[in-house]
């Protein structure tokens, strides 16, 4: 069975019954595809760490790239095991940490502030907001073919998105514009933990490429794409100011508003006017 099939507590997606109404007084019942949206709690050795409201599915993934995206682990050889459990109330996701990781880990878990997963809450987020990021490794902004064709494939790959039109994806696509992995999540933070956890957890390079969101482009997912050393970023979105300070201070080539026949591109502390089409 696919995951995609899957109607256990890890499904994507449930049927579910409507009542239709058309505007010429009409009525029905048709059935629709529903994203599900459940709680997962999120343990790193032993300690509870953060409640996700998650599609439950690839949750493997998005346990690599959470906690690469909240500074648990520098890398995915940090994590000893990666074990999702079926609780009561939902679904426990339990990172391992090898012993190496585990003391710099659990000082972060204690004090718990959250960086970059569900925007900022109290002062030490603040402060963590301040925190510089680190710089881009390999700076590649995408031809525009690369682009456009990245754009023109990526519906037939949003299985779940096409089925629910509830969801957001996170696509990594080569430098030529083809798609090599998609994840996809309600929670547009979640879809694009996914992908980096999905590529980390397969050996496969997130810097031979670029990323394409279809949500918008808010300055945590600058954030997350910066610390996994992503070599640019597009999305269908225009960026938020904050958005852009941080893929600024980070040297992330960020492209956005990005449409079938234009994008803006941003390098600076603003966005260029130029458009392409």
Same mark, same amino acid.
């Given at each position: 069975?696919?995951?995609?099939?899957?109607?256990?507590?890890?499904?994507?997606?449930?049927?579910?019954?409507?009542?239709?109404?058309?505007?010429?007084?009409?009525?029905?019942?048709?059935?629709?595809?529903?994203?599900?949206?459940?709680?997962?709690?999120?343990?790193?050795?032993?300690?509870?760490?953060?409640?996700?409201?998650?599609?439950?599915?690839?949750?493997?993934?998005?346990?690599?790239?959470?906690?690469?995206?909240?500074?648990?682990?520098?890398?995915?050889?940090?994590?000893?095991?990666?074990?999702?459990?079926?609780?009561?109330?939902?679904?426990?996701? @339990?990172?391992?940490?090898?012993?190496?990781? +585990?003391?710099?880990? %659990?000082?972060?878990? #204690?004090? =718990?502030? /959250?960086? $970059?997963?569900?925007?900022?809450?109290?002062?030490?987020?603040?402060?963590?907001?301040?925190?510089?990021?680190?710089?881009?490794?390999?700076?590649?902004?995408?031809?525009?073919?690369?682009?456009?064709?990245?754009?023109?494939?990526?519906?037939?790959?949003?299985?779940?998105?096409?089925?629910?039109?509830?969801?957001?994806?996170?696509?990594?696509?080569?430098?030529?514009?083809?798609?090599?992995?998609? @994840?996809?999540?309600?929670?547009?933070?979640? +879809?694009?933990?996914? %992908?980096?956890?999905? #590529?980390? =957890?397969? /050996?496969? $390079?997130l810097q031979d490429g670029f990323v394409l969101l279809t949500s918008r482009c808010s300055?945590?997912?600058?954030?997350?794409?910066?610390?996994?050393?992503?070599?640019?970023l597009v999305t269908v979105s225009l960026p938020t100011t904050l958005a852009?300070?941080?893929?600024?201070?980070?040297?992330?080539?960020?492209?956005?508003?990005?449409?079938?026949?234009?994008?803006?591109?941003?390098?600076?502390?603003?966005?260029?006017?130029?458009?392409?089409?």
């Open positions: 069975m696919s995951r995609d099939d899957d109607q256990g507590p890890r499904a994507g997606d449930r049927e579910l019954r409507f009542g239709e109404h058309g505007a010429d007084g009409s009525s029905r019942e048709t059935t629709r595809a529903v994203a599900v949206e459940a709680p997962v709690a999120v343990e790193v050795a032993g300690l509870g760490y953060a409640v996700m409201m998650v599609t439950p599915r690839d949750l493997e993934d998005f346990g690599v790239g959470f906690a690469l995206a909240e500074r648990l682990i520098a890398g995915p050889d940090d994590l000893a095991s990666v074990d999702v459990c079926e609780a009561e109330a939902g679904l426990v996701l @339990r990172l391992g940490l090898i012993p190496g990781a +585990a003391r710099p880990a %659990l000082d972060r878990v #204690r004090r =718990r502030t /959250g960086d $970059s997963s569900c925007g900022l809450c109290g002062v030490s987020s603040l402060e963590a907001l301040a925190k510089p990021l680190p710089r881009v490794p390999s700076p590649r902004r995408p031809s525009e073919q690369a682009v456009f064709a990245a754009l023109g494939t990526l519906r037939d790959r949003q299985s779940l998105g096409r089925r629910t039109a509830a969801v957001h994806a996170a696509a990594f696509c080569t430098p030529d514009g083809r798609i090599e992995t998609v @994840r996809e999540d309600v929670g547009r933070h979640n +879809a694009l933990d996914k %992908l980096i956890g999905a #590529r980390l =957890r397969q /050996g496969l $390079s300055y945590e997912l600058v954030e997350k794409a910066a610390v996994a050393g992503l070599s640019a852009i300070e941080r893929a600024a201070e980070a040297g992330l080539p960020l492209l956005v508003l990005a449409r079938d026949d234009s994008f803006l591109t941003v390098t600076d502390s603003s966005v260029e006017s130029d458009r392409y089409s």
